[in-house]
């Protein structure tokens, strides 16, 4: 069993990240969707003591940084979260550029990120900010219906951003009660799955993300993403950004190159963009992360909550 763990904590926007330097147990295979196989099977009691109390919290997302398997590639990440394992994370990339730079393991410039859902590139600029350009991302479907005893009818649209979300159209961000949305977000996520509506190849929806007039100065809008686990996310979130720019350039309200401007629910901003590579639209999410803390996560054997409180 693990005794220890080094970690780097940082935030993007507010929220969290913490990333497993050393300690973690050799995973099976080479790409980091094998590994993330093997973590999931075998190391998931590492995932909830990483980011679950009493070490951590509901809105911590975890990173497993991996040797990169090909010299051209900066490193590897696995990421996840109080509920499981996420393809990608906007905001954690941003975070594991911030702390590469502050290991010492990369200057600014342009760099390649290995995760389980495929390449990723970062580009670490001058004053700190970082850049992602995502995977292909994309809408499936356009104004779905479902309803809720809450807010009745709620249309929306189902896109991938990296990760499955369902982004309110209908009605605009309800509530800014942080308690409220989050029922109401998590009432739309059990009516999604309750009509039997996915992302692609029968994929859970676990996103849900409203939006609202700005309060921020420059911002299009502002929104409330519900992720897995019913935390919310404090930064705009970079695979949700993802998702909006795909159903924008789908719509034809934003064009290649032109910039979005999201803001959080408690107000931090990603800047976003898209290119056109053929028919895909390839999102890229410009935000930046500030490293908070340096640990040595410690694991007693007769600590009974050493590997997370599973409530």
Avoid at 229 to 248: E, H, I, W
Wanted: aromatic share 8%.
């Amino acid at each position: 069993m693990v005794s220890e763990l080094n970690v780097i904590d940082s935030h993007t926007g507010g929220e969290p990240t913490r990333i497993i330097l050393a300690g973690m147990p050799p995973l099976k295979g080479v790409s980091p969707a094998e590994k993330l196989a093997d973590f999931k099977e075998t190391f998931d009691y590492l995932r909830t003591a990483v980011v679950l109390e009493p070490r951590g919290s509901d809105p911590v997302v975890g990173a497993l940084l991996l040797e990169p398997s090909h010299e051209d590639f900066a490193a590897g990440v696995i990421f996840f979260n109080n509920a499981s394992f996420l393809g990608m994370c906007g905001h954690g990339t941003i975070g594991l550029i911030a702390t590469l730079k502050h290991l010492g393991q990369i200057t600014t410039g342009r760099h390649r990120i290995e995760t389980p859902i495929g390449e990723v590139a970062a580009e670490l600029h001058p004053d700190g900010s970082v850049s992602v350009q995502n995977r292909p991302a994309y809408r499936l479907a356009k104004r779905v219906s479902v309803h809720t005893p809450e807010l009745g009818h709620v249309i929306g649209d189902v896109a991938w951003g990296g990760n499955w979300f369902f982004l309110v159209e209908e009605p605009k961000m309800p509530s800014d009660d942080l308690r409220k949305l989050t029922d109401l977000a998590s009432s739309i996520r059990c009516a999604l799955s309750q009509k039997g509506i996915t992302g692609a190849n029968g994929a859970e929806i676990d996103h849900i993300e409203f939006y609202g007039p700005p309060q921020a100065p420059g911002a299009n809008s502002r929104n409330f993403v519900l992720c897995p686990g019913n935390a919310y996310d404090r930064s705009p979130c970079g695979t949700g950004t993802s998702a909006k720019v795909a159903c924008l350039a789908a719509d034809g309200l934003l064009v290649p190159g032109e910039t979005y401007v999201q803001e959080s629910i408690i107000g931090s901003l990603f800047g976003a963009s898209y290119q056109l590579r053929g028919d895909d639209i390839i999102p890229t999410i410009t935000g930046t992360a500030f490293i908070t803390g340096e640990a040595k996560l410690i694991f007693r054997e007769d600590d009974p909550f050493r590997w997370g409180l599973r409530t």
